[in-house]
């Protein structure tokens, strides 16, 4: 079934993995996962991120965490690209320095549009997670290489993007793959824990003061929290520390939209959208250039303060005024 993907590895001494910008759960736990998996082959391996500066804290209890953009090479003989749906998402020097300079390329994804910008893709929107996706190819290709440290980084990616299993996108295939990883020894508890329930001092404040101010619109419908710079500044957090608080509006029954709008500069937001009761979260972010999931999905919006603001609840009431 991946026959492609297999002969280039085998093909393959030396590899440059690479994960999207601002990279979640799914990102590094596939991009370090492959690492292993990789190295345990006797190839030579690095990761590319474009800003390290943009790992989560939380996602250090990876194995290998602390080997991301740590290369002592500039040429590959093979790159694999994952969890991203364009080239751009590698970011101006991961994809346009090093990516572009692999004599071969290889896209593993699960998102439902973007390009093929790799001669070998692999693309199956089906799936909850790239994780997921890897898995399969490990066990295909080989998989006395699979060892618990590889199954953690998978498994990590899995639970991230399918919300600890609970997700819709959590398929028969899904469980069965989160099934077969816990055989190597994952430690399930600890990894949901981090990953899910964990949190400083300062994220519960820079919650507590989001929260507070959630604007509710479209008769319950749509939901819409703001995170300014200047509740990160009175709290010490920065807008890494935002992931999984827009979970928070989304749950509450009756909302179908939710947006959460992360201040960037004096021109720039980044907004996260999550959706359910059957609102497609990407078809709604497509209207900003952005895309993603049915489910969870993101766009940045160019204008500033309380433009930005009005003009993404202005669409999100006239999207939803159409379901």
Do not use: W
Not at 121 to 131: L, R, W
Not at 175 to 201: C, I, M, N, P, W
Not at 235 to 259: F, H
């Amino acid at each position: 079934m991946y026959e492609r993907v297999s002969s280039a590895i085998h093909a393959a001494d030396t590899v440059a993995v690479f994960m999207h910008v601002r990279p979640d759960g799914d990102s590094v736990g596939s991009a370090l996962a492959t690492k292993k998996y990789l190295e345990n082959l006797s190839k030579e391996v690095d990761v590319y991120v474009e800003n390290r500066d943009e790992l989560r804290k939380n996602l250090a209890i990876l194995p290998g965490f602390d080997s991301i953009g740590i290369s002592n090479r500039k040429k590959y003989d093979l790159g694999i690209a994952l969890d991203t749906a364009t080239a751009s998402r590698l970011g101006a020097a991961s994809s346009g320095v090093y990516f572009s300079k692999c004599a071969e390329h290889i896209l593993i994804d699960h998102h439902a549009v973007g390009e093929n910008f790799a001669a070998i893709t692999v693309k199956e929107a089906g799936a909850a997670s790239t994780t997921q996706i890897l898995y399969k190819i490990f066990a295909e290709h080989d998989r006395s290489a699979i060892d618990r440290d590889v199954a953690t980084c998978l498994y990590a990616g899995l639970i991230t993007d399918s919300g600890a299993l609970t997700f819709s996108n959590t398929s028969e295939e899904t469980l069965r793959v989160a099934l077969e990883l816990s055989r190597y020894g994952v430690d399930r508890y600890t990894l949901v824990q981090k990953l899910f329930k964990a949190q400083s001092k300062q994220v519960f404040d820079l919650k507590l003061r989001v929260l507070s101010r959630a604007d509710f619109f479209a008769d319950g419908r749509g939901g819409m929290i703001v995170f300014r710079k200047s509740d990160f500044a009175a709290t010490g957090t920065t807008d890494l520390d935002t992931e999984g608080i827009i979970n928070n509006i989304i749950d509450i029954d009756g909302v179908s939209l939710a947006i959460a709008a992360s201040e960037k500069d004096s021109n720039c937001f980044q907004v996260s959208v999550r959706a359910k009761d059957g609102v497609n979260a990407a078809a709604f972010t497509e209207l900003f250039g952005g895309g993603g999931h049915v489910c969870a999905a993101g766009c940045r919006i160019f204008k500033g303060g309380d433009e930005a603001i009005a003009e993404l609840k202005s669409a999100a009431e006239r999207f939803l005024s159409e379901k």
